[in-house]
């Protein structure tokens, strides 16, 4: 399900422009507006939900889905050396937007980055 609301939802269905790298049926993969690294992506489900605590079965097997493309989404992006993921959870981690994501950060050393 969908949220009107959610800038991220709204990418999904098209709505608001973004540089979409991979797309399919369960997931969408663009480029994070503010980049943090040489790659930043933004991997979403196609399902609005805020928390991994808040994960149905439906959402949780999507999660699973996500796990397995982005290694490949990842050196097809410039990631070929590695990557880092994140996914930021609640106020103390900085969450801003409330539509659960990943985080692909790769195209050079992170460090401590
Ligand atoms: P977080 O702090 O984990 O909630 O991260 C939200 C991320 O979404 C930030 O890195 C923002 O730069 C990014 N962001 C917000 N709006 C957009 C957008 N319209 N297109 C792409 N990235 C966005
Ligand atoms: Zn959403």
Request: charged share 25%.
């Given at each position: 399900?969908?949220?009107?609301?959610?800038?991220?939802?709204?990418?999904?269905?098209?709505?608001?422009?973004?540089?979409?790298?991979?797309?399919?049926?369960?997931?969408?993969?663009?480029?994070?507006?503010?980049?943090?690294?040489?790659?930043?992506?933004?991997?979403?489900?196609?399902?609005?939900?805020?928390?991994?605590?808040?994960?149905?079965?439906?959402?949780?097997?999507?999660?699973k889905y996500?796990l397995t493309k982005?290694?490949?989404?990842?050196?097809?992006?410039?990631?070929?050396?590695?990557?880092?993921?994140?996914?930021?959870?609640?106020?103390?981690?900085?969450?801003?937007?409330?539509?659960?994501?990943?985080?692909?950060?790769?195209?050079?050393?992170?460090?401590?980055?």
């Amino acid at each position: 399900m969908l949220d009107g609301n959610c800038v991220f939802c709204r990418i999904i269905k098209g709505e608001i422009p973004a540089a979409v790298v991979y797309e399919d049926d369960k997931m969408c993969v663009f480029k994070d507006l503010e980049p943090k690294a040489k790659v930043h992506l933004l991997a979403v489900p196609k399902s609005h939900f805020k928390l991994l605590s808040e994960a149905g079965e439906e959402d949780a097997e999507i999660l699973k889905y996500m796990l397995t493309k982005i290694p490949g989404i990842a050196a097809a992006n410039g990631c070929e050396n590695g990557y880092r993921l994140i996914i930021n959870q609640g106020d103390d981690a900085g969450q801003t937007v409330f539509h659960l994501h990943i985080h692909i950060l790769g195209g050079q050393p992170l460090g401590d980055l």
